[in-house]
């Protein structure tokens, strides 16, 4: 199944739960405007590279578009299309005022130099200019981008535009980043797990976590749920896993990651396959790595009482279901790893009122906000009696819904 095809597939599912009218179907699943262009570039030894650049911008009722612009060889159409969708619905959710928009580039930025590198992100950003605007769309980094990538996106756009810090947020703090931005969206796992277990009455500490993908999201969720007093007991990212019942040391695993190497490199530890992560037998799962690792064909191995998405898309429909069935909880994606869009939304406003707020008051309303998101999708959940991935995509549709019509646009 496409990842577009899925996404579709939960949002039929939550408008059955809220009766939504079949005219207004096509409007909300479908995207407003698709961009598709060439991205040459000049390679350091003369030759020329072509890749294929999108933006898609689904849905703007609620507000300017939002969403990353990730650069990966598997990059499609169809991919980011998905990815779009997903981004209308988490920040409606979240009630932040954004639309939802995804960007991307089919390269490994492996492969490039960093003049490279420069040179495509330069060219991505002129062939999609006439497209974005700080009121009209707003990129951000995702899988394989980061705050350099953004400072060259936001003097692309500032060099025929004018000086515009807020064309996109995870920018250096030197333009404008906002101070815990970057954490935000690993943060914002460990913030909706710990509200979560509140409702049931339970806490994070002493509970076993493993984690797939150790990138940024994965290595501030570990350090926040570590600091909650949770035992990281298995990490992995693109070389492999590792495996510690009485608790992984997070710190010495990021400086092996940040040191150029990996987390297989850490001592007294008992190796895995990244995709061997996934089975630990734990309390908590946090899938941060790819979308559609959790699946029919592995999901009966699956041994956690509870699951928080902090990647995109990470379970398959058919997968998400078995799991309800057996009682396992579940944070979507579309709550879950909403902290880097409502980071994001703080760093825009800041830009915009040129004023910056201390880490601590970043940390503290980016809490408040992803709490509320677990009371508001749990809550619904309840109400309803569905899961709270049908409840989470139920509450953004109806907020686009009535958005939309207000506008008249439905």
């Known amino acids: 199944m496409r990842a577009d095809e899925m996404v579709n597939r939960y949002f039929l599912e939550a408008a059955e739960t809220i009766d939504l009218p079949e005219e207004y179907y096509e409007v909300l699943q479908s995207s407003y405007r698709e961009t598709d262009v060439q991205v040459p570039v000049h390679r350091d030894d003369g030759s020329l590279s072509v890749y294929r650049g999108y933006r898609v911008q689904h849905n703007g009722a609620r507000g300017p578009y939002k969403g990353g612009v990730r650069y990966h060889p ?36 492996s492969e490039l130099s960093t003049r490279e590198l420069e040179a495509l992100t330069r060219r991505f950003t002129a062939s999609i200019t006439h497209v974005l605007g700080p009121f009209r769309d707003v990129p951000a980094p995702d899988m394989n981008t980061n705050p350099q990538v953004m400072a060259w996106m936001m003097d692309a756009y500032s060099s025929k535009n004018g000086y515009t810090p807020a064309i996109v947020t995870g920018k250096p703090l030197a333009f404008g980043g ?12 460990a913030y909706t797990l710990e509200r979560a277990l509140e409702r049931v009455g339970r ?38 896993g590792i495996q510690r019942m009485d608790g992984i040391n997070v710190d010495r695993a990021i400086e092996k990651v940040e040191a150029g190497g990996s987390v297989v490199d850490c001592a007294d530890v ?92 970043f940390n503290e309303r980016l809490r408040e906000k992803m709490r509320q998101g677990v009371d508001e999708t749990f809550g619904a959940a309840d109400r309803w009696g569905v899961s709270p991935r049908q409840a989470a995509f139920a509450v953004a549709i109806e907020r686009v819904a009535e958005a939309s019509k207000l506008r008249g646009y439905l």
Not at 77 to 90: P, Q, Y
Not at 179 to 187: D, I, K, L, N, Y
Not at 203 to 229: C, H, K, Y
């Open 203 to 240: 806490t994070p500490e002493g509970m076993t976590v493993a984690i797939q993908g150790f990138g940024n999201v994965g290595s501030w969720a570990a350090l926040t749920l570590r600091d909650m007093g949770a035992k990281i007991v298995a990490i992995s990212d693109i070389r492999g």
């Open 270 to 361: 008992d190796l895995l396959d990244s995709g061997e992560v996934l089975e630990v037998n734990c309390d908590v799962l946090i899938p941060a790595a790819l979308g559609e690792v959790i699946t029919k064909e592995n999901v009966d191995d699956i041994k956690v009482d509870w699951i928080v998405e902090g990647a995109n898309n990470p379970t398959t429909p058919d997968a998400d279901q078995t799991l309800f069935e057996r009682g396992v909880n579940i944070i979507p994606d579309i709550l879950a790893n909403g902290g880097g869009v409502t980071g994001s939304y703080f760093e825009w406003t800041q830009n915009i009122q040129q004023f910056t707020w201390p880490e601590e008051q």
């Open 74 to 109: 598997a990059v499609d159409i169809s991919e980011v299309r998905a990815l779009a969708s997903l981004m209308t619905w988490k920040t409606a959710l979240l009630n932040v005022p954004f639309g939802g928009a995804k960007g991307g580039v089919n390269v490994d930025p």
């Open 178 to 189: 906002a101070p815990g931005r970057r954490q935000a969206t690993g943060r914002g796992v």
